[in-house]
Protein backbone atom coordinates (compact mmCIF):
# COMPACT_ATOMS: atom_id res chain seq x y z
CA UNK A 1 0.00 0.00 0.00
CA UNK A 2 1.59 3.76 -1.10
CA UNK A 3 1.62 6.22 1.34
CA UNK A 4 -0.88 8.55 -0.25
CA UNK A 5 -3.37 5.67 -0.14
CA UNK A 6 -2.66 5.13 3.44
CA UNK A 7 -2.90 8.70 4.12
CA UNK A 8 -5.99 8.88 2.77
CA UNK A 9 -7.80 5.93 4.38
CA UNK A 10 -6.38 7.54 8.28
CA UNK A 11 -8.00 11.03 7.04
CA UNK A 12 -11.48 8.98 5.71
CA UNK A 13 -11.21 6.71 8.85
CA UNK A 14 -11.29 10.13 10.90
CA UNK A 15 -13.92 11.70 8.97
CA UNK A 16 -16.26 8.92 9.52
CA UNK A 17 -15.49 8.52 13.21
CA UNK A 18 -16.49 12.26 13.32
CA UNK A 19 -19.46 11.61 11.74
CA UNK A 20 -20.67 8.14 13.81
CA UNK A 21 -19.77 10.50 17.25
CA UNK A 22 -21.88 13.51 15.96
CA UNK A 23 -24.72 10.96 15.08
CA UNK A 24 -24.47 9.27 18.82
CA UNK A 25 -24.16 13.13 20.27
CA UNK A 26 -27.50 13.53 18.73
CA UNK A 27 -28.92 10.64 20.08
CA UNK A 28 -27.87 12.05 23.85
CA UNK A 29 -28.07 15.30 23.15
CA UNK A 30 -32.43 14.19 22.33
CA UNK A 31 -32.37 11.60 25.35
CA UNK A 32 -31.17 14.43 27.79
CA UNK A 33 -34.01 17.05 27.02
CA UNK A 34 -36.63 14.52 27.11
CA UNK A 35 -35.41 14.23 30.93
CA UNK A 36 -34.89 17.41 31.61
CA UNK A 37 -38.67 17.81 32.29
CA UNK A 38 -41.22 20.51 31.95
CA UNK A 39 -44.08 21.57 29.47
CA UNK A 40 -43.44 23.45 26.60
CA UNK A 41 -47.08 24.40 26.28
CA UNK A 42 -47.46 25.02 30.06
CA UNK A 43 -44.85 27.62 29.81
CA UNK A 44 -46.37 28.76 27.10
CA UNK A 45 -49.84 29.57 28.40
CA UNK A 46 -49.28 29.20 32.22
CA UNK A 47 -50.32 27.32 34.83
CA UNK A 48 -54.14 28.27 35.08
CA UNK A 49 -54.27 27.16 31.41
CA UNK A 50 -57.52 24.70 30.98
CA UNK A 51 -56.30 21.00 29.92
CA UNK A 52 -57.91 21.49 26.55
CA UNK A 53 -56.06 24.51 25.72
CA UNK A 54 -52.74 22.46 26.41
CA UNK A 55 -53.63 19.38 24.71
CA UNK A 56 -54.38 21.29 21.75
CA UNK A 57 -51.27 23.71 22.19
CA UNK A 58 -49.16 20.04 22.43
CA UNK A 59 -50.79 18.84 19.62
CA UNK A 60 -49.71 21.63 17.17
CA UNK A 61 -46.33 21.61 18.60
CA UNK A 62 -46.11 17.84 18.00
CA UNK A 63 -45.18 17.22 21.74
CA UNK A 64 -48.06 14.60 21.72
CA UNK A 65 -46.24 11.94 19.22
CA UNK A 66 -43.75 9.13 20.59
CA UNK A 67 -40.16 10.05 21.22
CA UNK A 68 -38.36 8.05 17.82
CA UNK A 69 -40.52 9.69 15.79
CA UNK A 70 -39.97 13.21 17.04
CA UNK A 71 -36.52 12.34 16.81
CA UNK A 72 -36.57 10.93 13.38
CA UNK A 73 -38.31 13.91 12.33
CA UNK A 74 -35.59 16.11 14.01
CA UNK A 75 -33.26 14.91 12.54
CA UNK A 76 -34.05 14.69 9.36
CA UNK A 77 -34.82 18.50 9.50
CA UNK A 78 -31.25 18.72 10.55
CA UNK A 79 -29.89 16.91 7.38
CA UNK A 80 -32.02 19.21 5.64
CA UNK A 81 -30.72 22.04 6.95
CA UNK A 82 -34.30 23.13 8.83
CA UNK A 83 -33.90 22.94 12.51
CA UNK A 84 -37.74 23.62 12.66
CA UNK A 85 -39.76 26.15 14.64
CA UNK A 86 -39.10 27.77 18.22
CA UNK A 87 -41.82 26.48 20.47
CA UNK A 88 -42.00 29.69 22.12
CA UNK A 89 -41.62 32.42 19.97
CA UNK A 90 -43.20 30.35 17.29
CA UNK A 91 -40.39 31.48 14.77
CA UNK A 92 -37.83 29.67 12.59
CA UNK A 93 -34.96 28.33 14.49
CA UNK A 94 -32.72 29.07 11.93
CA UNK A 95 -33.31 32.67 11.69
CA UNK A 96 -33.38 33.41 15.46
CA UNK A 97 -29.65 31.35 15.42
CA UNK A 98 -27.97 33.16 12.71
CA UNK A 99 -27.08 36.45 13.86
CA UNK A 100 -26.57 35.13 17.44
CA UNK A 101 -24.19 32.08 15.99
CA UNK A 102 -22.41 35.52 14.25
CA UNK A 103 -21.80 37.27 17.32
CA UNK A 104 -20.43 33.98 18.93
CA UNK A 105 -18.03 33.36 16.04
CA UNK A 106 -16.83 36.92 16.05
CA UNK A 107 -16.10 36.80 19.77
CA UNK A 108 -14.15 33.28 19.47
CA UNK A 109 -12.59 34.39 16.49
CA UNK A 110 -10.99 37.73 18.27
CA UNK A 111 -10.13 35.27 21.31
CA UNK A 112 -8.51 32.95 18.76
CA UNK A 113 -6.72 35.61 16.86
CA UNK A 114 -5.19 36.88 20.27
CA UNK A 115 -4.48 33.32 21.86
CA UNK A 116 -2.75 30.85 19.24
CA UNK A 117 0.36 33.40 18.89
CA UNK A 118 0.99 34.37 22.34
CA UNK A 119 0.08 30.97 23.40
CA UNK A 120 2.43 29.76 20.69
CA UNK A 121 5.43 32.53 21.22
CA UNK A 122 5.24 31.22 24.92
CA UNK A 123 5.21 27.66 24.90
CA UNK A 124 7.95 27.26 22.04
CA UNK A 125 10.16 29.97 24.24
CA UNK A 126 9.58 28.35 27.71
CA UNK A 127 10.62 24.74 25.40
CA UNK A 128 13.47 26.55 24.64
CA UNK A 129 14.60 27.44 27.67
CA UNK A 130 13.50 24.65 29.95
CA UNK A 131 14.79 24.90 33.46
CA UNK A 132 15.39 28.44 33.32
CA UNK A 133 13.87 31.16 34.89
CA UNK A 134 11.58 32.31 32.21
CA UNK A 135 10.40 28.65 31.58
CA UNK A 136 9.51 28.55 35.84
CA UNK A 137 7.37 31.63 35.98
CA UNK A 138 5.87 30.94 32.80
CA UNK A 139 4.81 27.75 34.23
CA UNK A 140 4.05 29.14 37.86
CA UNK A 141 1.61 31.57 35.96
CA UNK A 142 -0.03 29.29 33.89
CA UNK A 143 -0.80 26.87 36.26
CA UNK A 144 -2.15 29.63 38.25
CA UNK A 145 -4.33 30.46 35.56
CA UNK A 146 -6.00 27.37 34.52
CA UNK A 147 -7.29 27.37 38.07
CA UNK A 148 -9.09 30.08 38.06
CA UNK A 149 -12.89 29.21 36.23
CA UNK A 150 -13.04 31.82 33.79
CA UNK A 151 -16.49 33.16 35.65
CA UNK A 152 -14.42 34.80 38.39
CA UNK A 153 -11.36 35.99 35.87
CA UNK A 154 -14.22 37.69 34.28
CA UNK A 155 -16.03 39.18 37.41
CA UNK A 156 -12.58 40.63 38.85
CA UNK A 157 -11.68 42.12 35.34
CA UNK A 158 -14.85 44.09 35.46
CA UNK A 159 -14.19 44.64 39.18
CA UNK A 160 -10.95 46.34 38.13
CA UNK A 161 -11.82 47.83 34.72
CA UNK A 162 -15.65 48.37 34.57
CA UNK A 163 -16.48 49.47 38.41
CA UNK A 164 -13.10 51.10 39.31
CA UNK A 165 -11.07 52.43 36.69
CA UNK A 166 -14.09 53.01 34.82
CA UNK A 167 -12.18 52.07 31.14
CA UNK A 168 -14.09 49.64 29.94
CA UNK A 169 -18.38 49.24 29.58
CA UNK A 170 -19.22 45.99 32.22
CA UNK A 171 -21.65 44.75 29.20
CA UNK A 172 -20.96 43.76 25.94
CA UNK A 173 -23.83 45.42 23.46
CA UNK A 174 -23.07 45.13 19.91
CA UNK A 175 -26.27 47.66 19.24
CA UNK A 176 -23.60 51.17 20.42
CA UNK A 177 -20.79 50.04 18.09
CA UNK A 178 -19.82 53.03 15.31
CA UNK A 179 -16.36 52.41 15.14
CA UNK A 180 -13.20 50.48 15.90
CA UNK A 181 -12.58 51.95 18.82
CA UNK A 182 -15.94 51.11 20.71
CA UNK A 183 -15.14 47.49 19.08
CA UNK A 184 -12.00 47.25 20.83
CA UNK A 185 -13.81 48.48 23.73
CA UNK A 186 -16.67 45.96 24.01
CA UNK A 187 -14.96 43.37 23.30
CA UNK A 188 -11.38 43.90 25.24
CA UNK A 189 -13.55 42.23 29.04
CA UNK A 190 -14.78 39.31 27.22
CA UNK A 191 -12.05 38.65 25.28
CA UNK A 192 -9.63 39.22 28.06
CA UNK A 193 -11.35 36.66 30.26
CA UNK A 194 -11.84 33.68 27.41
CA UNK A 195 -8.19 34.27 26.27
CA UNK A 196 -6.54 33.99 30.33
CA UNK A 197 -7.49 30.25 30.01
CA UNK A 198 -7.25 29.47 26.63
CA UNK A 199 -3.79 30.98 26.68
CA UNK A 200 -2.87 28.89 30.05
CA UNK A 201 -3.59 26.10 28.73
CA UNK A 202 -2.18 26.14 25.20
CA UNK A 203 0.98 27.13 26.43
CA UNK A 204 1.42 24.02 28.83
CA UNK A 205 0.47 21.80 25.76
CA UNK A 206 3.42 23.39 22.98
CA UNK A 207 5.75 23.44 25.51
CA UNK A 208 5.19 19.75 25.97
CA UNK A 209 5.23 18.91 22.40
CA UNK A 210 8.28 21.17 21.66
CA UNK A 211 10.34 19.55 24.83
CA UNK A 212 9.41 15.92 23.34
CA UNK A 213 10.68 16.80 20.08
CA UNK A 214 13.28 18.59 21.37
CA UNK A 215 14.67 15.36 23.30
CA UNK A 216 14.18 13.20 20.56
CA UNK A 217 16.93 11.22 18.93
CA UNK A 218 17.16 12.96 15.56
CA UNK A 219 17.45 16.13 16.84
CA UNK A 220 20.35 15.02 19.24
CA UNK A 221 21.81 13.40 16.09
CA UNK A 222 21.44 17.07 14.77
CA UNK A 223 23.01 18.91 17.62
CA UNK A 224 25.70 16.11 17.67
CA UNK A 225 26.59 17.47 14.18
CA UNK A 226 26.98 21.14 15.15
CA UNK A 227 23.26 22.49 13.92
CA UNK A 228 23.09 25.82 15.04
CA UNK A 229 20.74 26.25 17.94
CA UNK A 230 18.05 28.57 15.75
CA UNK A 231 18.40 26.17 12.97
CA UNK A 232 18.22 23.00 15.17
CA UNK A 233 14.46 24.36 16.58
CA UNK A 234 13.29 25.82 14.29
CA UNK A 235 14.33 23.33 10.93
CA UNK A 236 14.21 20.23 13.21
CA UNK A 237 12.07 20.02 16.34
CA UNK A 238 8.88 22.39 15.33
CA UNK A 239 8.33 20.86 11.88
CA UNK A 240 8.05 17.64 13.92
CA UNK A 241 6.06 18.84 16.59
CA UNK A 242 2.98 20.43 14.24
CA UNK A 243 1.12 17.28 15.18
CA UNK A 244 1.18 17.58 18.83
CA UNK A 245 1.07 21.56 18.47
CA UNK A 246 -2.16 21.46 16.21
CA UNK A 247 -3.80 19.17 18.64
CA UNK A 248 -2.94 21.60 21.32
CA UNK A 249 -4.44 24.23 19.33
CA UNK A 250 -7.76 22.33 18.69
CA UNK A 251 -8.43 21.54 22.51
CA UNK A 252 -6.94 24.76 23.84
CA UNK A 253 -10.09 26.31 21.27
CA UNK A 254 -12.29 23.31 21.76
CA UNK A 255 -12.31 24.61 25.73
CA UNK A 256 -13.24 27.52 24.57
CA UNK A 257 -16.25 26.68 23.46
CA UNK A 258 -17.68 25.90 26.99
CA UNK A 259 -16.21 29.27 27.94
CA UNK A 260 -18.26 31.19 25.46
CA UNK A 261 -21.08 30.07 27.29
CA UNK A 262 -20.16 31.67 30.60
CA UNK A 263 -18.82 35.14 29.05
CA UNK A 264 -21.71 35.38 26.99
CA UNK A 265 -24.36 35.07 30.29
CA UNK A 266 -21.60 37.38 32.67
CA UNK A 267 -21.29 40.33 29.81
CA UNK A 268 -24.72 40.13 28.31
CA UNK A 269 -23.20 39.46 25.00
CA UNK A 270 -25.78 38.51 22.15
CA UNK A 271 -24.34 35.48 21.31
CA UNK A 272 -25.67 31.88 20.31
CA UNK A 273 -24.46 30.90 23.82
CA UNK A 274 -26.42 33.10 25.56
CA UNK A 275 -29.53 32.24 22.94
CA UNK A 276 -29.12 28.28 24.63
CA UNK A 277 -29.58 29.34 27.96
CA UNK A 278 -32.66 31.51 27.71
CA UNK A 279 -33.93 28.32 25.57
CA UNK A 280 -33.25 26.29 28.69
CA UNK A 281 -35.37 28.71 31.15
CA UNK A 282 -38.40 28.42 28.59
CA UNK A 283 -38.14 24.93 28.08
CA UNK A 284 -37.62 25.42 24.13
CA UNK A 285 -36.16 22.53 23.86
CA UNK A 286 -35.55 22.50 19.37
CA UNK A 287 -33.73 25.49 20.25
CA UNK A 288 -31.76 23.88 22.89
CA UNK A 289 -31.10 20.76 20.61
CA UNK A 290 -30.20 22.72 17.51
CA UNK A 291 -27.68 24.49 19.52
CA UNK A 292 -26.16 21.54 21.24
CA UNK A 293 -25.71 20.54 18.04
CA UNK A 294 -24.16 23.20 16.93
CA UNK A 295 -21.02 23.12 19.68
CA UNK A 296 -21.13 19.43 19.30
CA UNK A 297 -20.16 19.97 15.99
CA UNK A 298 -17.77 22.49 16.35
CA UNK A 299 -15.55 21.08 18.33
CA UNK A 300 -15.77 17.67 16.25
CA UNK A 301 -14.34 19.91 13.14
CA UNK A 302 -11.77 21.28 15.60
CA UNK A 303 -10.68 18.10 16.96
CA UNK A 304 -10.91 16.09 13.39
CA UNK A 305 -8.48 18.80 11.65
CA UNK A 306 -6.26 18.51 14.30
CA UNK A 307 -6.08 14.90 13.74
CA UNK A 308 -5.71 15.66 9.53
CA UNK A 309 -3.34 17.96 10.48
CA UNK A 310 -1.11 15.81 12.45
CA UNK A 311 -1.55 12.72 10.21
CA UNK A 312 -0.37 14.97 7.01
CA UNK A 313 2.68 16.11 9.49
CA UNK A 314 3.56 12.85 10.46
CA UNK A 315 7.24 12.20 8.62
CA UNK A 316 6.77 9.04 9.17
CA UNK A 317 3.96 9.04 6.74
CA UNK A 318 5.86 11.19 4.44
CA UNK A 319 8.59 9.23 3.81
CA UNK A 320 7.13 6.13 4.01
Keep these: MTASLWVTRLI ?111 GILAAVKRGGTFDRVVGIATIGIVSVPEFLIATVAVLIFAVTLHWLPALSSLRDVDSIYELLRVFALPVMSLACVTVAQMIRMTRAAVCDALTSSYVEAARLKGVPPRRLVLGHALPNAIGPIANAVALSLSALLGGVIVIEVIFNYPGVARLMVDAVATRDMPLVQTVAMIFSASYLVLVTTADIVAILANPRLRHQ
Design 12 to 122: AGRIASAVFTLFLVSLAVFAVSLLMGGDAAEAILGQSATPEALAGLRASMHLDQPAPQRYLGWLIGLLHGDPGTSLVTGRPIGGMIAPRLANSLLLAGLTALVSVPVALTL
